[in-house]
Structures are given as C-alpha cells and as structure tokens.
C-alpha cells in the first residue's frame, strides 16, 4: 500500500483558537449582515479576521509550517462542514437554496439560512456540544439528498489562508503554511442526525453512508493536496464517548474503515486526528493505529493517559500530547504536564509533540487584557494566547529536558501557593454550613399536596400562558447599564430607569394577555453572570467572551473560591414587578448545575461541593422571594445535561449530585409556592429520569427545534407534573403562524393531559426585538384561546 508521507513533521499546536475576535468582530460583522448589511461587508470582516489571526498567532510563537490551525468556519464548525459536503436539507432545497461554495456570497447566505431559518423554513437543531456550553447545528442525514462535496472551495479557501500569510508583518522568508481544519467523517455521522424516510428503521442507519461520505471526504483531500496543503486536521471527538446512539463497536469500526480508505489516497495531506473531550480508549487508538493515519492527538485535560500496550498499535505514529487544557482558564500545572511527557515519551515507540487538549475556541482570547481582576488571581490565568506560550514552552522540555522548565516550574509552584491561601478560596462558614446540609434540607412535599395548594393560590387557566423569563435586551437598556458601569448614571437613576424597563415589560405583557408575567430581567448583563456579580467566590471580566452559538457569546465568570451571597439579589426588582399587576409574576432565578456549568470553575474540589455551596446561596434567594409574597419561583436548568459525563458509566453519580444540588437550592420553598424550572438545547430523553427527579412542579423544556420529539419521551416515561414544551424556537427570527402553535399545543394537551400543560415559547427572548416578540406572543396567545375553546366543547356539562 502506497501512501503520501509528510512533507515535514507534525509541530507543536493548537487545536484550534477562538474564530469570534478578540473584540467579537465576527459576531458584529454577522449581525449587521443579519440586520440588512451588505454581504461584502461581512466577507472583508471574514477575511481581515483570518489575516489578522493568522499573524497574531505566528507573532505568538507558532512560526513553523502546518502549526497555525486554520479553521474556516464563520459560525460553527460542524456547519461548516455540512456545507463543505454539500449536505443541503430537502426543505431548503425546496425553497430555492443548493449546495455552494461557503465563502462566497451565496454560501454565507446559505450558512445564515441554515442556522437561523427563514420565514418560511425552519433551521437546522441546535444542541450541545459534547460536555460543554457550545452548541452546534446537527447536520440532517435525508435517503434522497447526496453529498456533493464543495471540494474546489476547500481548496480556494486554503490558498486564501496561505495568501493572507504570506501578507503577515512577521513573515520572514517563506511564509508557514496554514493547517486546515474538518471535523472527520465518523464524527460528522455520528453527531448527525437521520430525517424522514432516512429515519423510518432507526436513527443509526445513518451510519450506513459513511463509505458515500468517505468518498466525499477523499475529494475534498484530493483538492487540498493539489492547493498544497501538508497536513490536515480531521477531528474524531466521539471517539472520547460510548453514549451515542450508534454502538460504540460500530463507531470503532467505521473508524477503521474510513482511516484506512483515506489512508489509501496517494494524493493527499498527511491525516492528524485528534480525539478531545476525553479519554480516546484503548479501542479507538487500536483502530487508528491500524491505519495510515500520520499523526493522533489524545487528550490529557480530561483524558487518561495511554498505558504503553494501548500505544503499541501507533509506533511510529507521531503523538500530539494534550497536555494543555482548552476548557478552562487555570494555567497548566507544568510540572504534572511534564511528568505526562516524560512517562509518554517512555512509553510511545515514535515521535511525540505538544497540543491543547482541545481547541481553544473554548477559552477567551488573552488573560493580558484582564487589567481591573484581583491581581493574584489574574496570576492564576491562562487564556488562549497563555495557552500557546504553555504549549510551546512544554515542547521545549521534550527537546531541552528538565532544565527547560526550571524557572518556569518555580514560578507555577509560587502561585499555587498564593492561591492556596486567598482568603476567599477557605471561607469556614460555607465549609460549615455545607457539612451541616441533611437529607431532608433536599425534600419538598409531596407532590400531589403541592398542586392542590398551588390551584387554591394561582387560580390558573388551563394551558396557562407564560414566558421563559427574558425580554429584548434593547439599545436603550444596553445603554443605561453602560451609563451606570461609567459612572455616568448614579445607582438612584440607575434603578429608575431600570423600574421603567421593567414597568414597559409587565405592561406589554398584560396587553398581550399572558397568563404568568415575568419582570423581564432588563437589570442582567446575562443570566449566570448577573449572580457571579452578586455573590462572593467568583470574578467576572470586561473582556473574556466566548462563543456559546451561532453569533451569541458570553463572558464565563470565573469562580475560584467558596460561594456565598452577601445580600438578597433579585428580591426588589421582582417585588416592584409584581406591585405592577394582579396577575402572578415569577422571581427568576439560575439553579446551581447551570452557574457551573457556564462558569470557568475552579479545579481544586469536587464539582459536586461547589454545586452545592452555589445551591445554598440560592436557597436563600428562594426563601426571601417567597417571604416577599412570590408566589411562583423559577430555576433555570438549561445546562443539566451539558455536563453529562461522555462515559455512560460516570452519569449516573453525575445525575445523582446535579439533581440533589438544585432539590436543595429549591426545597426551603412551602407547598403554596409553585416551582418551575427550564431546560433548553438537549437531548431530554437520555435525561428524563434526572429531569423527573429535579421536582419541580412546572418543567418548560425546549421542543420546536427538535420536531417536538420530546412530547413522545415525557408521556413514555409517564412525567406527572405540569411541563411546558416550547412551541416555538426563539433563536429564529421568524414569527411562528397560529395554525403552527395550534398543532403542537393540541399535540402536547392530547399526548400530555390538558391539566398539566403549560404554553410558552422555548428560551428567553432577550436576543429578540420587540416587534417579533409580541408578533409571536400574541399569536400564542391566540392560539391558546382556540385550543383552550376545544378543549371545552369537549368536556361534558356538569350535571
């Protein structure tokens, strides 16, 4: 068998870098394409961002050829590469859309199409990546629609990288070639999913197109090499997870198959497959090695380290070592990840080079930034450009030996210690309070004593109509907190001019004719930033943001020490709210697992014990929002199952601790007060125990974007209490039609019982303006009123 070797060896690397910008230019760029703007516009942002990131990269050390990841994608990469092998949903192919090279103007308005639908056709799922807060856009695996691989615009956009390198300042002699990016063929299908008549025997067969989708893959590898591209980067995440629903033999398998078709290919760049997120298993590394695959990347953040017999199958494959964690902003313990090396380079018969365990697209872009944090614990952070330093200051300890981190380990060693003794990370009254939770401090009552209590206080309709808790976040309330942080706007004009906001919101709300009112949060910057702000143990910053999806991003907090709460948080501004109006508002709140799960969270204690220090401050909150009249209390949940263990053996502890940690953050709460909590953006039915076990009396879930699969899951597990399942995707722009909400709210009363369903959209609508709001809420409004009408015409007249 004749492969093509590489061209030179595989250097030290990342897996990937933040594609927003270091001041979210691409999400700007994005947005004002979105809001009318001219798409040369958006292509020249697209373009001045390669360039730039190109440069700053090299200028951060990674000068030799294939180093520079080059990732292509504008808004996900798992888009991207749907639209790289040309797999175009039937519905858009119906309206007009086709497969497109996705750097021209037509593919950036297909990618925008498919991410965010349009007035007539709705988007691609969106759900989680992996164990994290990413969110990626499932590509949908139809019988009749084939791969057409855009394999001549993979290869202009690799020349266009490796032009913009060549224009680079710090280019001195011949500039380094870019290394392109491709989540792999297995992944792909495996994070797929099958629609229509693809998916009538069963979701797996999918998998069935993986030597269809290998063959597009050899085009795109083909195109590449000619451009002249080295090496290519071709991820296989999955391979770090056994809880997909295509068997894990059969994954391993395809593996096998696909690798060694690929590796077949004369004509090609070497192959680097890195597998994140995780342990790659014994299994996975047996089946590339099996290969001609060039180079394997494992991770060593959250990953075991290979024992010499699992590496035996890769001798003579290079090894990229992740020991440079790119989930999370703490500097690399460097002498743990030299250790890792040197026992690697022991055990591994071929070459070994450094990497971040995953790409940092995770991280924000540069700790340096940071100026106004604590300055010992802004010593304790790596963000991306830290991230690189690490890696390239690692590899040079494969090559000078121990000396190499001399002055480095000292250093790492004397800010372990200063943490060690912040005052704030061992606070013994959180110590003491923890220890001293007992069982029944995570017990409600029962169940079916709460809902009487609740009909007695709430007097609701059937169907009752609500919203998840967020309102259009306008310019105006952008630049009221603007004013307030410069200075500008002293705290009473601040809070006026946020009562105002909120009296606008609880007015709208009542003309519309919504059953259970919220207060619209204008006062939050974002919902788990908000209560880092308020509550000691966490930090925030002014410039860490990270992309969560498509052109959203957020600014993790970052929590390094025990968590209490000084003060009541949210007790006034729903107070004045509900001072408003008759009708019952919900205090609003984000439960325990969520905070953590959208936090940067400290690395030296169980997770389990921070959730529940955050649960305790929060259980405060519950019981002041109950003292001062609340009636209804809403947790948010979104993210329960973003933290999902990817070995279906470690879930069930997972799920035991996130369920007890929100039961305790709720169960200071009386029989009268009604509880909610909200769920988004997962695959409820491997959770659907846990989401039963959380207790609470209403549970709204996310639904419309995933066809309303979950309405099925919730009757076949017999759910008991009220539920919510969203009748439209609020990250759409589009308006959804009455007759739309009329079919999936007679679905969900029919399939779930008329008493316990609840009406309401599927997420917060803080991203929406207001004219798409109400448009949308006053069709769901109407289309409650018609299905309320059937429903009683079909109850018999009481004797």
Not at 222 to 233: F, P, T, V
Not at 377 to 385: E, K, Q
Not at 594 to 609: C, G, K, Y
Not at 721 to 727: A, F, L, M, N, Y
Request: charged share 25%; glycine share 8%.
């Amino acid at each position: 068998m004749t492969t093509a070797p590489p061209t030179h060896a595989l250097p030290p690397t990342v897996l990937g870098y933040p594609r927003i910008g270091p001041d979210r230019e691409i999400k700007k760029a994005l947005e004002a394409h979105w809001g009318g703007g001219d798409v040369a516009a958006l292509i020249e942002a697209i373009s001045s961002h390669r360039r730039r990131t190109l440069d700053h990269l090299v200028g951060l050390g990674l000068e030799e050829d294939s180093a520079v990841p080059a990732d292509g994608a504008v808004i996900d990469q798992v888009l991207d590469a749907s639209v790289l092998l040309g797999l175009v949903p039937r519905r858009f192919r119906d309206a007009g859309f086709a497969a497109v090279a996705p750097d021209a103007p037509e593919g950036l308005t297909l990618i925008s199409a498919l991410a965010r639908g349009t007035s007539e056709v709705e988007p691609l799922e969106l759900t989680k990546w992996f164990d994290t807060n990413y969110h990626y856009y499932v590509p949908e695996i139809e019988a009749d629609v084939a791969f057409a691989p855009q394999a001549t615009a993979l290869a202009d956009r690799f020349r266009a990288f490796r032009a913009l390198a060549e224009q680079s300042e710090r280019t001195v002699g011949a500039a380094p070639l870019p290394r392109p990016t491709l989540l792999g063929p297995v992944s792909f299908l495996v994070l797929a999913k099958s629609v229509g008549a693809a998916a009538e025997t069963s979701q797996a067969a999918r998998f069935d197109r993986l030597e269809e989708l290998v063959g597009a893959y050899a085009a795109l590898l083909g195109a590449l090499h000619e451009a002249g591209a080295a090496w290519i980067q071709l991820e296989e995440p999955v391979l770090s997870s056994d809880g997909w629903d295509i068997p894990r033999e059969q994954v391993i398998a395809g593996i096998s198959s696909a690798y060694e078709q690929l590796g077949r290919l004369t004509e090609r760049p070497a192959l680097f497959v890195p597998v994140s997120y995780g342990t790659a298993g014994d299994d996975a590394l047996a089946a590339l090695g099996g290969t001609a695959v060039e180079a394997v990347g494992i991770d060593l953040e959250r990953g075991a380290l290979p024992s010499a017999e699992a590496l035996r199958p890769l001798a003579g494959t290079t090894l990229a070592a992740g020991v440079v964690g790119g989930l999370n902003v703490w500097r690399t313990d460097v002498s743990r990840a030299a250790a890792l090396l040197d026992t690697l380079g022991e055990r591994h018969q071929g070459p070994l080079t450094v990497s971040s365990s995953t790409s940092l697209q995770h991280v924000p872009h540069d700790a340096a930034r940071e100026t106004q944090l604590d300055p010992q614990v802004a010593g304790w952070l790596a963000f991306a450009d830290q991230k690189v330093g690490e890696v390239l200051a690692l590899a040079g300890h494969l090559t000078g030996g121990a000396d190499a981190l001399e002055g480095l380990r000292a250093d790492d060693a004397a800010r372990r210690r200063l943490r060690e003794q912040h005052p704030q990370v061992h606070v013994e009254s959180v110590r003491s309070r923890l220890t001293a939770v007992e069982p029944q401090d995570r017990r409600r009552a029962e169940a079916e004593h709460r809902r009487a209590a609740q009909e007695t206080g709430l007097g609701l309709p059937p169907l009752p109509t609500t919203t998840i808790g967020s309102f259009p976040q306008t310019g105006e309330i952008r630049r009221i907190r603007a004013a307030h942080r410069r200075g500008s706007l002293d705290q009473q004009g601040y809070e006026e001019a946020i009562r105002e906001q909120i009296a606008d919101c609880v007015r709208r709300q009542e003309d519309l004719g919504l059953d259970v009112l919220v207060h619209g949060e204008a006062e939050r910057n974002d919902m788990v930033q908000y209560f880092a702000e308020n509550l000691e143990g966490f930090i925030t910053t002014a410039h860490g943001w990270v992309q969560s999806y498509g052109s959203r991003c957020l600014r993790p907090p970052i929590l390094f020490g025990d968590v209490h709460r000084p003060a009541p948080i949210t007790v006034d501004w729903i107070r004045y709210a509900a001072s408003l109006t008759k009708k019952p508002v919900k205090g609003m709140l984000t439960g325990p697992v969520t905070i953590l799960a959208w936090s940067f969270v400290r690395d030296d204690q169980p997770l389990a014990d921070t959730a529940d220090q955050i649960a305790l401050a929060l259980r405060d909150e519950v019981q002041d929002l109950q003292a001062a009249g609340v009636k209804i209390i809403q947790v948010d949940e979104p993210a329960l199952r973003e933290l999902l263990p990817l070995q279906v053996a470690e879930r069930p502890d997972y799920l035991r601790w996130s369920v007890e940690s929100f039961r305790l953050s709720t169960s200071g709460a009386n029989a009268a007060t009604q509880l909610h909590t909200h769920l988004c953006y997962s695959e409820f039915e491997t959770v659907i125990d846990a989401i039963d076990a959380l207790d609470a009396d209403v549970t709204t879930l996310e639904a419309s974007r995933s066809g309303f699969e979950v309405v099925s899951a919730l009757s076949e597990h017999g759910f008991s209490r009220g539920i919510g399942p969203g009748v439209w995707d609020i990250h759409s722009p589009r308006v959804p039609g009455v007759d739309e909400l009329i079919d999936r709210l007679r679905l969900a009363a029919e399939v779930l019982g008329t008493q316990r369903v609840w009406s309401n959209p599927d997420c917060g609508l803080k991203t929406r303006g207001w004219e798409e709001t109400e448009a949308s809420l006053r069709h769901l409004v109407n289309a409650t009123a018609v299905v309320r009408a059937e429903l009683a015409a079909k109850v018999p007249a009481s004797v």
